[in-house]
């Protein structure tokens, strides 16, 4: 069974960091990409930062270039989301997600998901 599990949300005031994990399960890592995904309330899914675990190149969205940085653990199959310098517009639930192959960062082309974590910016 294809498990994702998100940790490391939280509540940080504006400039602050955390560090966001996704930890998979049930499928050969290196076989995937991760993908980082936000969503705010009212607002659609979009695009943060992905990964293809076996050559770890990568994707990020312009609005988080120069602030995110995305990891992967091919050993302990987790991917890492280091977000600093952080913005309220920032605000959202941050899903991690797999599939198969390269990273192409598109929701829509990933088949798994995790449950999410809540990251709240204060100004």
């Known amino acids: 069974e294809v498990q994702l599990v998100e940790s490391g949300g939280g509540l940080v005031e504006a400039g602050g960091s955390l560090r966001l994990s996704c930890a998979a399960s049930?499928?050969?890592?290196?076989?995937?990409?991760i993908g980082w995904f936000r969503q705010a309330p009212g607002k659609e899914r979009e695009k943060v930062f992905c990964?293809?675990?076996?050559?770890?190149?990568?994707y990020s969205a312009d609005s988080v270039k120069g602030r995110f940085t995305i990891s992967s653990d091919n050993e302990k199959n987790t991917v890492y989301l280091q977000m600093n310098s952080l913005k309220p517009e920032d605000t959202a639930v941050y899903y991690c997600a797999a599939r198969r192959g390269w990273y192409w960062c598109q929701a829509g082309e990933y088949d798994y998901w995790g449950q999410g974590t809540q990251v709240t910016v204060s100004s």
């Open positions: 049930g499928f050969t890592f290196k076989d995937y990409a």
């Open positions: 990964i293809t675990n076996s050559d770890r190149s990568t």
